[in-house]
């Protein structure tokens, strides 16, 4: 029902756009996130977006250089991915869930397949 796409090789310092799909079911009631998961690493939060696409949050990590935004009219989100890092390589996730502003990956009751990002030096 989510999927996400975009991901791809990149530079240091280059940008990557990732969107997630969702398909079978609206998810416009929902606060939409993304998560990413590194080799041998936890899955971590990255930016959650609520329903209505005024509130955000991000991962301290990400803070100034991505922008999370959604459209409910056709039902996907966004990642824009600015000035990526080394450690900004991972498999992305989108998922959604009804709390907003959550960080915690079991507040999420759908998620996507990732899509890899890996950014070379």
């Known amino acids: 029902q989510l999927q996400a796409y975009g991901g791809g090789l990149v530079q240091a310092g280059g940008s990557l756009r990732l969107f997630c799909a969702a398909s079978?079911?609206?998810?416009?009631?929902?606060?939409m996130a993304w998560f990413r998961q590194a080799p041998g690493k936890e899955r971590e939060f990255v930016a959650v977006i609520d329903y209505s696409g005024i509130s955000t949050k991000y991962a301290d990590s990400v803070k100034g250089r991505f922008t999370i935004s959604r459209d409910n009219a056709k039902n996907a989100v966004y990642l824009q991915m600015n000035s990526l890092k080394l450690e900004d390589t991972a498999v992305y996730y989108c998922?959604?869930?009804?709390?907003?502003?959550?960080?915690?990956?079991?507040?999420?009751?759908?998620w996507g397949q990732g899509t890899q990002v890996t950014v070379s030096s």
């Open positions: 079978g079911r609206t998810f416009s009631g929902y606060a």
């Open positions: 998922a959604a869930g009804r709390y907003s502003g959550a960080s915690s990956t079991d507040r999420y009751d759908y």
